[in-house]
């Protein structure tokens, strides 16, 4: 089972994409990559909202998020949250164990 996190960071006048781009350039998200658990950490950019940052972060289990979350490295992430004035919408998702049903693979081109 893996945990997907979708966090939606918005702020004003580009603030979230500089919040991004902080986080790549000061190593924050390479370090966050790089804990045990982690499966994803990528930033993207709503097409029709220049102004919110979509993180996908994916984690193997609830275990291995319970220690990123207790880690000093939030505390670096809350900083640069304030910085930015960014708030957050956050979604939850939970891995289907059994894969995608034959009846949407129609949809998928690979």
């Given at each position: ?9 918005t ?16 190593g924050?998200a390479?370090a966050?990559?790089a804990e045990a ?6 930033y ?7 102004e919110t ?6 984690w193997?289990?609830q275990?291995s ?7 000093p490295?939030?505390?670096?992430i809350a900083k ?5 004035d ?9 891995t289907?164990l ?10 998928i081109?690979e």
């Amino acid at each position: 089972m893996s945990i997907t996190v979708n966090l939606y960071y918005t702020g004003t006048g580009g603030n979230a994409r500089r919040f991004a781009q902080e986080m790549e350039e000061q190593g924050i998200a390479d370090a966050i990559r790089a804990e045990a658990g982690n499966e994803k950490y990528e930033y993207f950019i709503p097409v029709k909202d220049p102004e919110t940052i979509l993180l996908i972060d994916s984690w193997r289990d609830q275990e291995s998020l319970d220690k990123h979350h207790a880690s000093p490295m939030m505390s670096e992430i809350a900083k640069l949250r304030e910085k930015y004035d960014l708030h957050m919408r956050v979604e939850r998702y939970v891995t289907d164990l059994d894969g995608v049903p034959a009846q949407d693979r129609s949809f998928i081109r690979e």
